[in-house]
């Protein structure tokens, strides 16, 4: 079950007419009262002598004897909707549940004299409506703090007591939604998106790409955002917010929103402590190229999620979302709408209420910002491994939010993982088959070498591999990997240790990748020739910009 408190209104009258009218799209039927204060409420669906205005008159009695003491906004309305699936309920069950929520949110506490007005509107199977007076028989305003945070524990509860479905539940961690205002404006103008998502993208792109805070607003700026700082009168920055260049409101003004309204990891103090390095922050590695150490960074995620360092995993999962970020910036041209897609789920899945310790994934997060500075690898073997480490990363993702009772989280990091899926495979196919073609020309008894150190090393598992498609790939590749002084049975053993093989497609292929990732396999494949990549990353200069102070 679903509750929803809309934002107090003062006209009583104005939400009976629409509890009781046709609907939107006629879609209100046989509006009637389900249960009230006191269970003599007029009801103007079922009564014919009962009218609106009488039913208006008895809610807002206490409103009127309390005067100028009464709140503005008096009006309090809450909606609560079951889930599709779930069955049919009489008025009589609809009713108690009304009652235990207004018990739980203060507005009617159960027993208490003095409680607020209310009645319960039915006017469709699967949900109901609640409006009170917010003024008590004491002429006092109800204790009704935290209203939705206890409506919803309520009904969780109410969910398990009745065996209706039990809906995931945040945990006030999710970007703010658009309004319907913003969704009807981005219609009219012929913009998939509205400013706030197109904004939130931005953002978090620059974020994930940033080296730190002025980079960080110079990158903004540069996407054809405008940009406003404020500052302590210390000069110290205090916040910021952003608007879309163009995008304006019925004043001509730009429409700005705050970084916090964006995301909640989005507000200035929250990208000023990712930004910052540790103290004792290791220096950059220069022995390995960047692409290869975010590969080997990213590898080591699952890892450190399987620790009981919970916000040093949050820490790997929100650098994890700013891998994805920056992925389309330098994917090949076919692979970025994919990219884009699990970029954009996985956000939910980058935040919790578990603070995180970013300084713990400051090495990754270096090379997240240094691929950007790098050009793109030309042969597809690195770009697929790394891919692959990507979605293992994102699988644990899911598992650990999981673990926690995370349920919006774990879904988001699970729908990534299927456009991540889809983007490996694209990657994985022109050098898989030239692999696959150099394993089929390998000598019989180097094969059957091989396929002895898959039957050591992975005993239960062995023929399944064998008979894969996959397997001349991975044939190959061990016989690359002993050729490189590896030990094919240990590499393979260390290959499929504490990572899921379960759920893959082909075994072999996974493993090929794996021992690529392992033995720093990542020499040039290519077929027929390089897919073409986009130009090297360059940061925007502060000349090419626009800020407003």
């Known amino acids: 079950m679903i509750a929803n408190i809309v934002k107090p209104g003062h006209k009583t009258r ?17 509006p009637h009262i389900v249960a009230s204060f006191d269970g003599f409420a007029p009801d103007p669906g079922r009564d014919p002598d009962a009218t609106l205005a009488q039913l208006a008159d008895v809610l807002d009695l206490r409103v009127k004897q309390a005067g100028s003491k009464a709140l503005k906004n008096h009006v309090w309305h809450c909606s609560i909707r079951a889930a599709p699936e779930d069955r049919h309920m009489s008025d009589a069950k609809w009713a108690a549940i009304a009652r235990r929520v207004l018990d739980a949110t203060g507005i009617a506490p159960d027993g208490d004299p003095d409680a607020c007005r209310w009645v319960a509107v039915r006017h469709a199977d699967d949900h109901i409506h609640i409006v009170a007076t917010k003024v008590r028989g004491d002429l006092r305003p109800p204790r009704n703090w935290n209203d939705f945070l206890r409506a919803d524990k ?109 995301a909640p990891d989005l507000s200035y103090p929250k990208i000023a402590d990712r930004l910052t390095a540790p103290k004792a922050a290791p220096k950059e590695g220069t022995g390995f190229p960047a692409w290869r150490r975010l590969t080997v960074a990213i590898d080591q995620i699952p890892d450190h999620l399987s620790n009981d360092d919970a916000e040093a995993g949050q820490a790997h999962v929100t650098v994890l979302a700013e891998a994805l970020d920056v992925l389309p910036l330098s994917a090949p ?14 956000e939910r ?9 970013h300084q713990q994934a400051h090495a990754t997060r270096q090379a997240v910002k240094a691929i950007l500075r790098e050009p793109a690898p030309k042969d597809g073997v690195l770009l697929t491994v790394l891919l692959d480490a990507v979605l293992l990363a994102a699988v644990a993702a899911q598992h650990w939010h999981r673990a926690r009772g995370h349920t919006q989280q774990a879904k988001a990091a699970s729908q990534a993982a ?11 196919t022109a050098p ?54 590896h030990n094919p049975t240990a590499l393979l053993a260390q290959a499929a ?14 493993l090929t990748w794996r021992l690529h990732r392992l033995a720093d396999l990542n020499q040039r494949i290519t077929s027929r020739g390089p897919a073409p ?16 102070r």
Do not use: C, M
């Open 14 to 30: 104005g939400v009976l007419n629409y509890l009781y009218g046709p609907g939107r799209a006629n879609e209100h039927t046989d």
């Open 418 to 428: 299927v456009h991540l899926r889809t983007a490996y495979k694209a990657a994985a």
């Open 349 to 357: 899945a980058s935040r919790s209420r578990i603070r995180a310790q």
């Open 533 to 548: 990549q986009p130009a090297p990353y360059r940061p925007v200069h502060t000349d090419q910009q626009r800020r407003t």
């Open 333 to 346: 041209t076919s692979l970025r709408s994919e990219l884009l897609q699990a970029a954009t789920v996985f």
């Open 154 to 262: 309520e009904l969780e509860a109410i969910e398990k007591a009745y065996g209706l479905r039990q809906v995931p539940r945040g945990d006030r961690t999710a970007a703010k939604r658009p309004t319907r205002t913003e969704q009807e404006k981005a219609r009219r103008t012929g913009n998939a998106r509205t400013s706030r998502e197109h904004l939130r993208t931005v953002v978090r792109t620059a974020v994930s790409a940033a080296t730190d805070t002025e980079e960080f607003f110079r990158l903004v700026e540069g996407s054809g955002a405008l940009v406003e700082i404020q500052y302590f009168p210390s000069g110290d920055v205090r916040g910021y917010k952003v608007a879309l260049d163009g995008d304006t409101n019925a004043r001509g003004q730009p429409v700005w929103f705050s970084g916090s309204t964006l």
């Open 497 to 510: 240790h504490g990572r899921e093989l379960d759920t893959a497609t082909s075994v072999s292929e996974v």
């Open 432 to 485: 898989l088959a030239v692999i696959h073609q150099r394993g089929t020309q390998l000598p019989e008894w180097l094969r059957h070498q091989q396929a002895n150190a898959v039957r050591r090393a992975l005993p239960e598992q062995a023929e399944q591999i064998l008979t894969e498609t996959g397997w001349p790939a991975l044939a190959a590749t061990l016989a690359q990997a002993g050729s490189a002084g």
